[in-house]
């Protein structure tokens, strides 16, 4: 057995807290019972209904659009196209109907605002659209020999390649790949907007499906030239994001410019075709690895060049690169970016962009290299093992790593597995077993928050980002009790609303890290004030007190000294006035942030059986162990790192958007031809934190884990396929076709 050595444990934190979880999710009952509104439910009062007209070619200039037809159809109020739109200030890389250009298929160009959805979409029907076409490149393939650098960054060079070469036992070069995929959570992109005029000027109301209310608030401001209060901004619930709705799509600035133009509130809300090419997707990849290594494991040379495809309206960037500069120490790197620029819709971030499918490459790669210098996998990476940042060489703030291979290999019986592929055998059945490393960067950004004491016992927590169904709700409501040391079930918490204080929008698993720091300040300033209060009541058990001496629990202020010196906080705040007493604070980056990096870190292995005649795939187990830091909650972290490694089977097996070379649309954009995992795909998940506090990344020693789940898991699923069947397939997906002619 592989002897793994623990690292020493975090520094703990000088104060613990009292952790009571709440015994379901915060939001559990409102949404079983269908209290719970997304941005498509709200009542509006005489609401009509948008429909947005897509381009159904990839490159040209409208000459044209004859909507006298459409206008006259039933229950149609406002046709809006290019030719008679308002003018607005066109913010980001969005296409709100302000020339004729059409740079992909699936390109807004129309807007048809009627009494109800069906007469929209029939009134679309007639709408006759003339273009003037141009050349257009769709095929990734075809165009890959003019590949360019990205506009910003694209390389990075450490040490002497060729020096480091040149010393190497073995060595391996392959090129992987991934493709396209598109974003479709549960809830599709939808915005209520409405428009009302004052004496203090104009003023937009929204629902939106949002990541980022914030962010929702400034686009619209400066789209239509209003003040950012100007704009209201709501979304109490958001049905899965994972990126998508991290950007402020065309769909939201024109339900907002239709509601103008018909000067009634418009509902705009995509159908699920919608959802291929205008919200973004995670781009392809195509990623040529090179490794060299010592007798003993030790990577002399770590080269990873990988191309991907990028939209001519942004240059935007899958980072597949970002984990290998950093994940293991080598003795040279070398990494490159090269984008293809095709008439498709923009990339967008996807669950952890860059990182999961680079994590595809590198770890696929490393497996062939163990077998290479038949070295166990877990062998290879600690023989490789980063103990600082290789980049600037900056400490880890917190890193447990060894820990991880060693709990999650235990569970998961790594060492019992037999290591020549193609040899373990249950009937028909080939079984094979794999492992990957999981990685992702430790990011949050300064956030505001509000504890209020009521006068009824109760406590309201406001702050100003959104649940996008991972548990923020929950973890908001549980770190204010944990702070005030009382029953959750007693906070109150309001999200998803721009009038509350702002907060940084919800991606890079920087929610939990920004927003609960905040909430952890914003109650110890409302507990201090508290006790101000009462110290400054002559009435009072603990008046004359020091504020340092007073603590809460359990719905009471007390004396630290002499527990018994106490009075119910509803006693305190009714004989002041009855007023709620509240705390509010900004958590701030730490001041030396720059002298470590942050990383959250874990292990992955997949058990598969592959049948030996049809060559069909079956994910039996999947083992994770994670080091994320403070585990806040354990339902709903555990509920986010399983979430992460189904979508890794996904793109193991099943995930791939088929572009028409012809005409730029996808080809399969339902759910009955875009494959994703159902439940009879997903066998056992076996997760587990370390839950070992970061305290230098944070207060509460916590780092943010919606991301990490996905890294590494595809790999670990193709690396146990090749375990199984002796077959290296290095095009993901892994299907039943490219198994037959490995």
């Not at 002897?3 to 934190?13: K, L, N, S, T």
């Not at 709408?127 to 910003?152: N, Q």
């Not at 090269?338 to 971030?349: A, F, I």
């Not at 490459?361 to 877990?378: F, G, R, S, W």
Request: charged fraction near 20%.
């Amino acid at each position: 057995m592989i002897a793994i050595q623990d690292e020493q444990q975090a520094e703990q934190a000088p104060a613990k807290l009292d952790p009571r979880e709440l015994p379901h999710r915060y939001d559990a009952f409102a949404k079983v019972t269908g209290r719970a509104k997304y941005a498509a439910e709200f009542p509006t009062k005489d609401v009509a209904y948008g429909y947005i007209v897509q381009a159904d070619i990839p490159s040209a200039s409208i000459t044209s659009i004859d909507d006298s037809a459409a206008s006259r159809a039933a229950g149609v109020y406002n046709i809006i196209t290019p030719f008679n739109t308002p003018k607005i200030v066109v913010t980001g890389n969005v296409n709100v109907l302000q020339n004729t250009d059409v740079v992909f298929s699936g390109q807004p160009i129309a807007v048809v605002v009627a009494r109800s959805l069906v007469e929209a979409e029939q009134a679309a029907k007639l709408l006759r659209i003339t273009y003037k076409a141009k050349p257009a490149d769709v095929d990734f393939a075809k165009r890959f020999g003019a590949a360019r650098p990205p506009h910003r960054g694209g390389a990075s060079l450490r040490g002497n390649p060729e020096a480091s070469l040149a010393k190497a036992v073995a060595v391996i070069e392959e090129t992987y790949s991934t493709p396209l995929q598109n974003h479709n959570p549960m809830e599709p992109h939808a915005t209520i907007a409405t428009w009302t005029s004052g004496t203090d000027g104009e003023k937009l109301s929204v629902y939106d499906a949002t990541q980022g209310i914030t962010d929702v608030q400034r686009t619209l401001a400066r789209a239509f030239s209003i003040p950012p209060e100007s704009v209201h901004v709501q979304c109490p619930y958001t049905g899965g994001g994972f990126g998508c709705k991290g950007y402020v799509w065309s769909h939201t600035i024109l339900a907002a410019l239709a509601a103008k133009v018909a000067q009634r509130p418009v509902k705009v809300v995509l159908g699920r075709e919608q959802m291929f090419g205008p919200v973004g997707s995670r781009p392809n990849t195509r990623q040529h690895i090179k490794l060299a290594a010592a007798a003993d494991g030790k990577l002399l040379l770590t080269q990873h060049d990988t191309t991907c495809y990028t939209s001519l309206i942004s240059d935007w960037v899958e980072g597949t690169t970002g984990q290998t500069e950093l994940l293991y120490d080598t003795e040279s790197l070398s990494t490159t970016s090269k984008v293809v620029p095709l008439n498709l819709g923009m990339g967008t971030w996807m669950r952890a962009p860059g990182e999961a499918t680079g994590s595809v490459a590198l770890e696929m790669a490393l497996d062939e290299l163990a077998e290479k210098l038949n070295m166990d996998p877990i062998q290879l990476r600690l023989a490789n093992y980063a103990e600082k940042d290789p980049r600037q060489g900056r400490p880890w703030s917190s890193k447990n790593l060894r820990k991880c291979y060693t709990e999650g290999a235990e569970r998961f019986g790594w060492f019992k597995r037999n290591a020549k592929p193609g040899q373990n055998r249950e009937g028909n059945w080939l079984i094979g077993h794999g492992m990957a490393t999981a990685n992702y960067g430790a990011g949050r950004s300064p956030s505001n928050a509000l504890v209020r004491f009521l006068p009824n016992g109760r406590v309201f927590v406001g702050i100003g980002t959104q649940d996008l169904g991972t548990g923020t709700y929950t973890i908001v409501a549980q770190t204010a009790a944990d702070t005030l040391f009382m029953d959750p079930t007693l906070v109150d918490v309001k999200l998803g609303d721009t009038t509350l204080p702002p907060s940084g929008g919800s991606g890079g698993s920087t929610t939990a890290a920004s927003v609960c720091p905040a909430v952890y300040d914003a109650a110890l300033q409302a507990k201090l004030k508290l006790a101000q209060l009462a110290i400054a009541d002559a009435r009072s058990p603990l008046h004359g007190a020091g504020a340092e001496d007073l603590e809460t629990k359990d719905g009471k202020l007390y004396l630290k000294s002499n527990p018994g010196k106490s009075e119910a906080i509803t006693a305190l705040i009714a004989r002041n006035g009855n007023t709620p007493v509240e705390g509010v604070a900004k958590s701030q980056l730490p001041s030396d942030r720059d002298t470590f990096t942050s990383h959250s870190w874990g292990a992955i292995f997949a058990e598969v059986a592959v049948d030996a005649h049809t060559h069909m795939v079956q994910v039996r187990r999947m083992v994770g162990s994670y080091d994320i830091g403070t585990l806040i909650n354990q339902k709903t972290g555990i509920n986010q790192l399983s979430g992460g490694i189904v979508w890794g089977i996904s793109m193991a097996l099943y995930e791939a958007a088929l572009i028409d070379p012809t005409y730029g649309r996808t080809a399969n954009e339902n759910f009955a031809e875009y494959h994703v995992p159902v439940n009879a795909d997903v066998h056992q998940i076996d997760v587990t934190c370390l839950n070992i506090p970061d305290y230098k990344f944070n207060p509460l020693g916590a780092r943010g884990i919606g991301e990490i789940g996905i890294t590494g898991a595809a790999a670990a699923v193709a690396n146990a396929i090749y375990n199984a069947t002796g077959k290296r397939v290095r095009d993901l997906p892994i299907t039943l076709d490219k198994l037959m002619q490995a």
